[in-house]
């Protein structure tokens, strides 16, 4: 990987600048995305002058309100528009290093498509300042953004956060695809243009960062790039747990994720068609309550349901994990790691969960949480949890303990500084 610049900025602040590119607004709660970009905007704005641009190809049309968070702890914030039809054609041929990356990864992702080198240059402008110490990026397909800085002299000190391995979770969503008898031809697609993408671009930056472990390793060999630092998600721990089922309480399983997201959608679906009812003949009263972005349509076909409850987004948690007996995290594919785990572990309540579901994070299944590997599995475990008030103490202890340990926020906003300093 190429070396930083020796230079730095001077600023009367005494503090180095680092630029922050995101793909969508950062957020302390809600999707899982804008909570690590909140982990690592606050890292760094704790010793750096920040400055931060958001081009909102994941999150769709953004707004200035949505932009409050980060304003607060930013020198200056920027939302650009990502560019569109043949804008994007023109901002990836209009840089030489531009056409030499497209041509080599061509078809670039769809989303990284948007994401130009001139794009860049019109962020560059946006933000008022030509010269950093770090250029930050989240997301590989946001790569080309930074393009415009390689040239740079000074060159400043590059990172990528990858946070998903990208090729894994297209493969693992063409599989998903295939199960449910759908089309897999475009996930595989998007999974080659990633690899492509990411064979060539990794390279160019000095730091490559994933959420896991399990993660950096599948890029490093797949790839056959340098294994990437692992940066874990990690959650607020300081909260007292949420208050246990009483005794006679109706058993209360908890789902939390943005029902738009397929892993989500589809992993739900699995849970509701299939086992609630075999867990609502064990368990009388049971009532699982539902918390996310989107669903809209799945919330229409069970609306005469009463074992399920509907919350939408919940900006907080605490009112749904108030009393509930276990979350349930029943998913088939995805990828990174599963923030919505960790925020159950860090208000002490059980989790039950697939395989899938509870990929990227390195915990024991028996002693933190129970893992399940088929849907029988999966009733049974709940069926545990839901028997044995021990038991689900004894989870919720070690899983509380698990999250403080590995995952606490302000031990992994250190490690974001500690990495971005360009002296590392």
């Given at each position: 990987m190429g070396a930083p610049g020796s230079g730095t900025v001077i600023l009367a602040s005494g503090k180095q600048r680092v630029l922050l590119i995101l793909p969508i607004p950062p957020a302390p709660?809600?999707?899982?995305?804008?909570?690590?970009?909140?982990?690592?905007?606050?890292?760094?704005?704790?010793?750096?002058?920040?400055?931060?641009?958001?081009?909102?190809?994941?999150?769709?049309?953004?707004?200035?309100?949505?932009?409050?968070?980060?304003?607060?702890?930013?020198?200056?914030?920027?939302l650009v528009p990502p560019d569109d039809g043949a804008e994007a054609i023109h901002?990836?041929?209009?840089?030489?290093?531009?056409?030499?990356?497209?041509?080599?990864?061509?078809?670039?992702?769809?989303?990284?498509?948007?994401?130009?080198?001139?794009?860049?240059e019109r962020m560059r402008r946006a933000l008022d300042v030509e010269a950093f110490d770090?250029?930050?990026?989240?997301?590989?397909?946001?790569?080309?953004?930074a393009l415009p800085y390689l040239e740079r002299d000074p060159r400043p000190r590059m990172i990528l956060d990858l946070d998903d391995d990208d090729g894994s979770f297209y493969r693992a969503l063409a599989a998903l695809h295939e199960e449910r008898g759908e089309p897999a031809s475009d996930a595989l697609a998007e999974a080659e243009a990633h690899d492509r993408l990411a064979s060539h671009v990794l390279p160019l930056f000095d730091e490559v960062l994933t959420a896991s472990v399990s993660d950096a390793g599948r890029v490093a060999e797949r790839l056959n790039v340098k294994r990437p630092t692992t940066l874990p998600n990690a959650v607020h721990t300081d909260l007292p747990?949420?208050?246990?089922?009483?005794?006679?309480?109706?058993?209360?399983?908890?789902?939390?994720?943005?029902?738009?997201?397929?892993?989500?959608?589809?992993?739900?679906?699995?849970?509701?068609?299939?086992?609630?009812?075999?867990?609502?003949?064990?368990?009388?009263?049971?009532?699982?309550?539902?918390?996310?972005?989107?669903?809209?349509?799945?919330?229409?076909?069970?609306?005469?349901?009463?074992?399920?409850?509907?919350?939408?987004?919940?900006?907080?948690?605490?009112a749904l994990y108030h009393g509930a007996h276990a979350s349930v995290v029943p998913l088939r594919a995805g990828g990174g790691s599963r923030l919505k785990i960790l925020e159950a572990f860090s208000r002490g309540v059980p989790v039950v969960a697939t395989e899938a579901g509870a990929a990227g994070l390195d915990m024991t299944s028996?002693?933190?949480?129970?893992?399940?590997?088929?849907?029988?599995?999966?009733?049974?475990?709940?069926?545990?949890?839901?028997?044995?008030?021990?038991?689900?103490r004894a989870l919720a202890s070690a899983a509380r303990t698990f999250v403080v340990k590995h995952h606490n926020f302000d031990l992994v906003a250190a490690q974001v500084a500690a990495v971005a300093r360009p002296s590392a």
């Open positions: 709660t809600g999707n899982g995305l804008a909570m690590r970009a909140a982990l690592v905007a606050e890292g760094l704005s704790r010793e750096f002058e920040l400055r931060v641009a958001v081009v909102p190809v994941s999150a769709g049309a953004s707004t200035t309100s949505e932009l409050e968070w980060i304003a607060a702890r930013a020198e200056r914030v920027a901002g990836w041929m209009a840089s030489p290093r531009g056409r030499e990356l497209a041509a080599a990864a061509e078809p670039l992702p769809g989303r990284a498509r948007a994401a130009s080198p001139g794009c860049g770090v250029i930050w990026v989240m997301r590989l397909y946001l790569a080309g953004l747990p949420s208050r246990e089922p009483r005794e006679g309480d109706p058993p209360k399983l908890v789902f939390v994720g943005n029902l738009d997201y397929l892993p989500n959608g589809d992993g739900l679906e699995h849970l509701v068609d299939e086992l609630l009812p075999v867990l609502r003949g064990r368990h009388q009263g049971l009532v699982l309550h539902v918390a996310g972005a989107g669903g809209t349509k799945l919330a229409a076909r069970w609306r005469d349901r009463d074992d399920i409850v509907f919350h939408g987004f919940a900006p907080g948690l605490d028996g002693r933190d949480l129970l893992v399940a590997h088929s849907g029988a599995a999966l009733i049974d475990a709940v069926s545990r949890v839901l028997d044995d008030r021990r038991l689900a």
